[in-house]
């Protein structure tokens, strides 16, 4: 049995008991019961994520999977493929692109992973270096990859996700960086919701609408060619996707497998979402939604899955930017959770000073009775 194999084979529903005891807590506190809405989600998500049912606030780690696509090639996109290294060489070396701030704010280590660049990258310092191939095959003419190398891809992810859990980290959020990469998924979602590539094609890094039309051209004839099997995520993404799609499944499932919790980011990070749930249907109770991209099919991609974003402030980028931001919000939601005062406690205590400040005390000869 392979890696991927054993590790599926571990992902079990989450823990009923410990979401039940959670939300038992959120009643018991010292706010009007459902006041905090959308936080109390969170917390009795995360809650039946670990089993524990007063979890401390969790060590994070986001991993940026980087990796070019063939189907460049084809002029689907408004920037050189080039910008692909360049943006990785501005993780690792530079340090200052808005991944690093945002992991700085969150508080969040970064693993910047090259996992199919098309160059030479193994003389850059601080790049986890696991290329599989110098990019993907140009998916209008064939598959993206062998079925081979989609397990790889996949397989580094769950060894990145176990190598850091060993760590102490217990929530990853995850991200990518490729030029040409959102039509790869938008061929992904399309495949696994029968959406056509009208349905399911967006802008990208806001390209014209000249480029539109074209890229919407170049979608639907690589479903057309390869014929993706929404039954078998392997097929998909062997076919239409791409090396860094493979590595966040991979995060995803690895993440799953030790009762940890990932924060998919944008677009392309929710069609890894759906690979992972074609591998393993349980996989997405692990899965916390961020933010809503604004790719046109998001927000659909996000309900077909069965997830809701938390916040929407028309981010394009997928750096797990907006992954970040949520995380910060679920660290809020569990310092309320564990930090207020349940009823009971509150009740105690006003009963306590009552009785307190009316014992008798004496001043100058006098009894007070205050």
């Known amino acids: 049995m392979g890696l991927l194999d054993e590790t599926i084979g571990r992902i079990h529903p989450l823990d009923r008991e410990a979401m039940y005891k959670a939300q038992k807590r959120w009643d018991d506190l010292y706010v009007g019961v459902g006041d905090l809405g959308k936080l109390e989600e969170m917390v009795i998500q995360y809650a039946g994520v670990t089993g524990e049912v007063l979890p401390e606030i969790p060590k994070c780690c986001m991993v940026v999977a980087c990796a070019d696509h063939g189907v460049y090639r084809q002029k689907v996109s408004a920037y050189p493929q080039s910008t692909t290294v360049g943006m990785v060489k501005s993780y690792v070396d530079v340090k200052g692109a808005s991944a690093n701030a945002l992991a700085h704010y969150c508080g969040a280590h970064m693993v910047v992973v090259d996992m199919g660049i098309n160059a030479d990258m193994s003389d850059v310092p601080g790049l986890l270096h696991r290329k599989i191939a110098f990019g993907t095959k140009d998916i209008t003419e064939g598959a993206a990859m062998s079925r081979a190398e989609a397990i790889h891809a996949i397989e580094a992810g769950i060894e990145i996700a176990e190598n850091k859990i060993k760590e102490g980290y217990r929530v990853f959020t995850v991200g990518e960086m490729g030029i040409a990469n959102t039509t790869a998924s938008a061929c992904i979602l399309g495949a696994f919701n029968r959406w056509n590539a009208v349905e399911v094609t967006g802008r990208g890094t806001n390209i014209s609408d000249a480029r539109l039309l074209h890229k919407i051209e170049m979608v639907q004839k690589a479903l057309d060619v390869n014929q993706p099997d929404p039954a078998d995520g392997l097929d998909v993404l062997s076919k239409v996707g791409g090396f860094e799609f493979g590595c966040m499944t991979g995060v995803m499932l690895g993440a799953a497998a030790n009762h940890c ?32 991209s604004l790719e046109q099919a998001h927000r659909k991609s996000l309900k077909a899955i069965g997830l809701t974003e938390y916040i929407d402030l028309d981010i394009r980028l997928g750096e797990a930017v907006g992954a970040s931001i949520q995380k910060k919000i679920l660290d809020m939601a569990l310092a309320v959770y564990k930090d207020g005062t349940d009823k009971r406690t509150r009740v ?5 000073y009552r009785h307190r400040i009316r014992k008798p005390w004496r001043l100058a000869g006098f009894m007070w009775i205050i």
């Open 261 to 292: 919790m990932t924060i998919i980011d944008g677009f392309n990070s929710t069609a890894s979402a759906f690979i992972a749930k074609a591998l393993s249907e349980e996989s997405v109770q692990y899965l916390m939604a961020s933010h809503l």
């Open 348 to 352: 105690a205590e006003r009963a306590e």
